[in-house]
């Protein structure tokens, strides 16, 4: 991460977005991206604030910058689009989120790019090399993103700097943001230093976990929003990945909504109820699954139930290993589709009672020994 440093902000309000080539007498040597600028005549634009009608636009370009970043994997980038649609959605009325689009002046309709600052608050602390105290709030930066065809054209420097002139109006003295490769350059041309910042992508697991692996990928699922796949051939008996869990759920330690933990994330193992971490909460339930979960202890796989080809969506039945569950309803679109997620084994039909029974965890037969006995005497 990069930050602004304790000089100020760079703004230059005298600098138009469009400036004419040449350079004034005595001023030092344009870099090279500034040359390029200018060596063709390129049509004028403008900065103007986004409002919710930008919003298409905007994710279309936060899906954009995370493909041209080879971030975003094959097939998520719909996902990605609606839920960046719907926090947009809430974010700007509410002035959490602040946008501002490029505009080509040859068409008003034309957005050739964008960029965004989310505020957010934070606790005090002492302002580097000085005695004052930075107060908040924090401005990130983020979705910086310019068409290609206007790229090397000053558009992304002039976005910058209608958001740092912005900022300053608004007493924001504190403004970071995740430097690309590509717009390195720029950010440190207007006062950006790097930082000491680390991160761990999923709070409470070791640095790695829970990470993709070249066995599985996460792409919009047929069956509900984002479904789990497999990018590899497996046999019957394969064991597919380890389940990541991020941490046990307690009342003294609650789902924390606001950090996007939610109840259809959890599993429910031996009494407790843990966190599934990225990418397994993203496997969907199927009333006919190729895949199943293995207790060993107090950890967990997938073992694949019959053969899964490369790109097929990886499933389990959500009805194993658990009672007096909540029913809701099932699209999975298997031949035997029960129409209902039953949220109890028990309440299974009989012969899928029977076909799952070997697939049952140790602690889940020993606290339904009774009525398991039953159905193994059963005719």
């Known amino acids: 991460m990069t930050r602004l440093t304790d000089r100020g902000l760079p703004i230059d309000r005298a600098r138009p977005h469009a400036s ?28 103007v604030a986004a ?14 910058m995370f493909r041209d970043m080879n971030e975003l994997q094959s097939g998520a980038e719909d996902a990605l689009a609606r839920a960046a649609a719907e926090c947009l959605a809430k974010a700007l009325p509410l002035g959490e989120y602040l946008g501002w689009v490029a505009r080509s002046t040859a068409s008003a309709s034309a957005v050739i790019g964008g960029a965004g600052v989310q505020l957010r608050a934070m606790l005090p602390r002492p302002r580097p090399g000085g005695a004052e105290l930075e107060v908040g709030p924090e ?9 290609p065809s206007w790229r090397r054209r000053g558009v992304a420097e002039a976005l910058m700097r209608s958001v740092l ?46 990470q993709p692996t070249p066995d599985v990928e996460v792409r919009s699922s047929p069956i509900e929003g984002l479904g789990l796949f497999a990018a590899r051939p497996f046999a019957p008996g394969d064991r597919i990945r380890r389940v990541t869990v991020v941490r046990e759920v307690t009342p003294e330690a609650p789902l924390r909504p606001e950090l996007g933990e939610r109840a259809d994330h959890c599993d429910y193992p031996d009494g407790k109820v843990v966190l599934i971490g990225f990418p ?17 202890g107090a950890a967990a796989e997938f073992i694949a139930r019959r053969p899964i080809a490369r790109g097929d969506e990886i499933t389990c039945d959500y009805n194993i290993n658990i009672s007096g569950g ?11 589709c029960l129409g209902t997620t039953v949220g109890d084994f028990f309440r299974l039909p009989l012969a899928v009672q029977r076909e799952y029974r070997p697939l049952l965890a140790s602690w889940f037969v020993r606290r339904h020994a009774d009525a398991l006995a039953a159905l193994d005497e059963g005719p």
Not at 53 to 64: E, F, L, N, Q
Not at 139 to 147: G, H, I, P, Q, S
Not at 190 to 209: D, I, S
Not at 326 to 336: E, K, M, S, V
């Open 280 to 296: 397994d909460r993203h496997i969907n339930h199927s009333c006919d699954p190729n895949a199943h979960v293995r207790y060993q």
């Open 51 to 64: 409002t919710a009608a930008d919003i298409p636009v905007i994710t279309r370009h936060r899906v954009a």
């Open 326 to 336: 909540t029913a809701w309803p099932c699209h999975c679109g298997a031949a035997r």
């Open 139 to 147: 401005a990130v930066v983020l979705n910086v993103y310019v068409e």
């Open 20 to 47: 004419a080539g040449g350079r004034r007498p005595g001023a030092p040597d344009r870099n090279e991206d500034e040359r390029e600028a200018v060596t063709h005549s390129r049509p004028t634009f403008e900065i």
């Open 165 to 210: 002139a912005d900022l300053e109006t608004r007493g924001v003295r504190r403004v970071v943001l995740h430097a690309s490769d590509a717009g390195r350059r720029l950010y440190e041309r207007l006062g950006f230093v790097p930082t000491t910042e680390m991160r761990l992508t999923a709070p409470g697991t070791p640095a790695g976990a829970g």
